[in-house]
C-alpha cells in the first residue's frame, strides 16, 4: 500500500494513500489492533527500514477488516494537506537527458547508453521543494519561459557506495512523482560579456527559483513494484495531456542510474533521484506556464501530483 504525509489539524502524521482519501496510520494499527511506532516520518515504514514488517503486518491485518469499519478511518483529501513525502532530504538529485525522445525535441541526436554516461545536477533543498497542492511560482526575475517536466521520483532507502547496476534496486525505497520545473530562458546578466560555460549556467540556474521542485504525492513502495521500468507518465496541464510516455524510455535505467551515482556519491536514506523528463515538454510547443494554470503530473500505480501556478 502506498504511503503519504500529510497534515491535518495543524498536525503532521503519515498515513496509507488511496487516490480520494488517507487511512492515518495511528488509526489504521489501533482497528488492526498493530503495534506501530507514532512518527511523522515514512523512511522506518517502507522496504530497508526498522519497521517495515510492523507495516505489512498492518497491511495484512487493515484488509481483513470489514469494508464498512476500514471507511470509519478515511479522511478525505478535501480535508487535509498532503506534505512532501521526505520532509528533509539530504540531496535532491536530478538527471538531464535521460530520455531519447526529449533530446530530440530539443534538437539534439539520439543518445546510445554505452556511449555517454548520466547528466546530474542538484536544486537547492529548502527553496525548490514544493508540497503537493501547493503553487509553482513564476519568478518576476524571468517570467515568460517556465516549463514542466514529470519525473520518476527514486528514495533511496539504505546507506548506499559503490554498488552494482545488478543490486542497486536493494537499496532503493520506494518510488514518487516529481515535476522538475524549469526556466528555459533565464539570462541572469544580458548585457554581459559571453564566456565559453555561460550556456551551460543559464540552464543550471534556471533549474534553482524557488518552488521549482514539487514531490509527492506518495511512495509506492519497492517490494510492490518490483519493476521501476514499466510505470506510465502523464503531465497534464489544464486538464490537456501534454507529456505521455512510460519509464522504459530512460537511457539510463533507475537500477544504472542509483549504481552510477553511488560510484563517487553516498547514497543516504531519503536522498531523492529524479530520473529525467520523457518527451512533451513546454518548450518544444512554444507553450509556457502563466498564473492559474493547474498541473498534474501523474504515474500510474503512484498518484497524481497537482500543484496550481501563481
Given at each position: ?6 497534515q ?10 488511496s ?6 496510520l ?10 506501530l511506532?507514532?512518527s ?8 530497508g527500514?526498522?519497521h517495515?514488517t ?16 476500514r471507511?470509519e478511518?478515511?479522511?478525505s ?14 540531496k535532491?538529485l536530478?538527471?538531464?537527458g535521460?530520455?531519447s ?29 514544493t ?32 554498488v552494482?547496476?545488478?543490486?542497486a ?9 516529481v515535476?522538475d ?8 546578466f ?14 543550471l ?23 521501476p ?21 530512460m ?5 544504472a ?5 553511488s ?14 523528463t ?32 501563481k
Amino acid at each position: 500500500m502506498r504511503l503519504c504525509r500529510f497534515q491535518h489539524d495543524d498536525h503532521v502524521e503519515v498515513g496509507f494513500y488511496s487516490d480520494d482519501y488517507v487511512v492515518p496510520l495511528s488509526s489504521a494499527s489501533h482497528a488492526a489492533g498493530v503495534d506501530l511506532p507514532s512518527s511523522d516520518e515514512l523512511l522506518s515504514l517502507l522496504p530497508g527500514g526498522a519497521h517495515r514488517t510492523e507495516v505489512e503486518k498492518l497491511q495484512a491485518a487493515w484488509q481483513s477488516l470489514p469494508a464498512n469499519r476500514r471507511r470509519e478511518f478515511q479522511v478525505s483529501l478535501k480535508d487535509i494537506q498532503l506534505r512532501v513525502p521526505v520532509a528533509n532530504p539530504e540531496k535532491l538529485l536530478l538527471l538531464a537527458g535521460n530520455y531519447s525522445e526529449h533530446i530530440k525535441e530539443g534538437g539534439g541526436d539520439a543518445v546510445v547508453r554505452s556511449q555517454t554516461f548520466p547528466y546530474v545536477f542538484m536544486k537547492p533543498i529548502a527553496t525548490t521543494l514544493t508540497h503537493p497542492g501547493d503553487p509553482v511560482k513564476i519568478p518576476a526575475i524571468s517570467p515568460d519561459h517556465i516549463d514542466w517536466e514529470i519525473e520518476l521520483g527514486v528514495v533511496i532507502g539504505r546507506t548506499c557506495s559503490g554498488v552494482a547496476e545488478t543490486e542497486a534496486l536493494d537499496y532503493v525505497a520506494g518510488y514518487t512523482v516529481v515535476n522538475d520545473i524549469s526556466d528555459r530562458e533565464f539570462r541572469p546578466f544580458p548585457n554581459r560579456i559571453e564566456r565559453k560555460k555561460d550556456s551551460f549556467f543559464d540552464w543550471l540556474h534556471g533549474k534553482w527559483h524557488d518552488t521549482f521542485c514539487p514531490i509527492g504525492p506518495c511512495i509506492l513502495p519497492t517490494d510492490e513494484a518490483p519493476d521501476p521500468q514499466q510505470l506510465h507518465l502523464t503531465l497534464r496541464l489544464n486538464g490537456n495531456v501534454e507529456q505521455d510516455a512510460a519509464t522504459n524510455g530512460m537511457i539510463f535505467p533507475v537500477a544504472a542510474v542509483v549504481a552510477f551515482i553511488s560510484s563517487f556519491v553516498t547514497l543516504r536514506p531519503g536522498d531523492i533521484i529524479a530520473t529525467g523528463t520523457p518527451a512533451g515538454v513546454g518548450s518544444s510547443k512554444g507553450k509556457f506556464l502563466k498564473p492559474v494554470d493547474v498541473l498534474e503530473a501523474a504515474i500510474d500505480r503512484i498518484g497524481v501530483l497537482r500543484n496550481p501556478v501563481k
